[in-house]
């Protein structure tokens, strides 16, 4: 069966600008978790959705958004880029979370 | 504030060796997920321990839970250069409903052929 998919693999944008990425979860996962990863914080929770409602929230600024569609499709938004959101942006689905995550293979975001 | 520290952060050995990965924290978790992950790809999921003093073998890989579920071991045994990689540890929540993942430091493995 198709993993999970993430578009586009790679980005660049200036600072202050705005940028949608996509995640396709394998099909019958209704959770969709998002994650940053960086060289020094290592990978990072931002936020978890099922069934279209965020479950759970990490410690990112609220320029960091996303939503789930109903058919488990999932955008994350980050507004008014920053140097420092420069990073691999993965998400992750899963039918029960505490039973381990599929990953796709990232956005590599870059800023300048 | 849940934390995970893996050990050691760098680990390099001969082709042939045995070692061991440790990830300890001070919270308890539902679940220990181990992942590996490689250069520009996201991590791919090796195991998961669920039960307190569970010990899981695939193939030369062992994946041991602490018995109060704060801690877990990856004991690998004659390693390959195909076992290159991150080695990443994660706790899933004890609350339904509060299943992230708090992922630990990392271990970079490098297997010299």
């Known amino acids: 069966k198709a993993g999970v998919t993430q578009t586009p693999r790679y980005l660049i944008k200036t600072r202050g600008q705005q940028v949608t990425l996509s995640c396709s979860p394998i099909?019958?996962?209704?959770?969709v978790s998002w994650y940053q990863q960086t060289p020094g914080q290592g990978l990072q929770f931002l936020f978890e959705y099922f069934s279209e409602t965020q479950r759970n929230k990490g410690n990112f600024p609220g320029r960091f958004s996303g939503r789930q569609f109903s058919n488990s499709r999932s955008e994350m938004n980050v507004s008014t880029l920053e140097l420092g959101d420069s990073a691999l942006y993965l998400c992750?689905?899963?039918?029960?979370?505490?039973?381990?995550?599929?990953f796709g293979s990232g956005t590599r975001l870059t800023v300048v | 504030t849940q934390l995970l520290e893996q050990s050691p952060q760098f680990l390099s050995i001969q082709e042939g060796e045995n070692l061991t990965v440790y990830c300890n924290s001070s919270?308890?978790?539902?679940?220990l997920q181990w992942y590996r992950q490689e250069p520009g790809e996201g991590p791919v999921l090796l195991v998961t321990v669920v039960t307190g003093g569970e010990v899981k073998k695939l193939k030369r890989l062992t994946f041991q839970f602490g018995d109060a579920r704060k801690d877990s071991s990856l004991h690998i045994t004659a390693a390959q250069p195909g076992d290159t990689g991150l080695y990443l540890c994660a706790g899933a929540g004890t609350n339904f409903g509060n299943e992230k993942l708090t992922f630990g430091t990392g271990t970079r493995l490098t297997i010299i052929p």
């Open positions: 992750a689905s899963s039918f029960q979370g505490a039973s381990g995550y599929t």
């Open positions: 099909s019958g996962h209704r959770s």
């Open positions: 919270s308890v978790f539902s679940s």
